[in-house]
């Protein structure tokens, strides 16, 4: 009997699917964690930063309870801070309120987009959806053999998925882009599902990101370093602890003021209470 895309798909996940450190066991709040850490981050960085974060917060009510500058402090490293602040803000609404279970509930909580609800909906509740992220994209682009984005991305992505088995076929793909479906150089004669794929170069990868130095991630990054260990700081005080000239700084400590990572009491700047 010929053999589905889907079911040499999966028979290859089962003989060569990585080892990582988060993949044992369903736990919401260690699926989660994990998720919002992988985001615009490699997955080598990940892993000994999950590991040490869920030691400091091993439960969600531990992490919504943290104070601000110990979360900070642990996420040092991982960059994109705000995935922290939105963490533990996830965190306390979940605390409150209990877990939702769907896709539609996730997307609720504060931070939590259509990707990392469909992986907290899936890999922890069962629901059968998948789980779309730019990995996912590149490969579905390459099986149907034109660049998916929008409703087109979504449709492929569900009418591939092996609703059975739609953990592990959302673990697959991901696994398959990770060691094989690379962004520019896919190593097709290795590929398990080769004889299903419509058009290998038809993927563009996205520009690459700006450089840091000199940018504003750098200035803010640089802000709540200052701040984790100061307590509090003018903005005098904080441009001169931290380096970042003062209107790189204050377009810095708007942006975090504005999505409620810090806060100014008395003419002086500190991390908003978690």
Partial sequence: MTRT???ALLSWYDDEHRSLPWRDGGDPYRVLV???????TQ?????GHYQRFLRLFPTVEALAN??????LSAWSGLGYNRRA????????????????????GLRQLPGVGPYTAAAVACFAFGEPVAAVDTNTKRVLSRWVGKPLSGTELAAAADAALDRTRAADWNQAVMDLAAGICSPRTPSCGSCPVAAWCADPSIYVPPPQQGRFVGSTREARGAVLKTLIGAGKATEVSLAKKSGVAPRRLAVALAALEREGMIQQSDGAWALADG
């Avoid at 994990?34 to 615009?40: G, L, N, T, Y």
């Avoid at 997955?43 to 892993?47: E, F, G, P, Q, T």
């Avoid at 943290?66 to 979360?71: E, M």
């Fill in 5 to 7: 895309r889907r079911e």
């Fill in 34 to 40: 994990r998720e919002v850490m992988a985001q615009q």
């Fill in 43 to 47: 997955i080598s960085r990940v892993a």
């Fill in 66 to 71: 943290a104070s601000r500058a110990d979360v």
């Fill in 85 to 104: 602040h939105y963490l533990q803000a996830a965190a306390g609404a979940i605390t409150s309120t209990g877990w939702p279970k769907t896709v539609a």
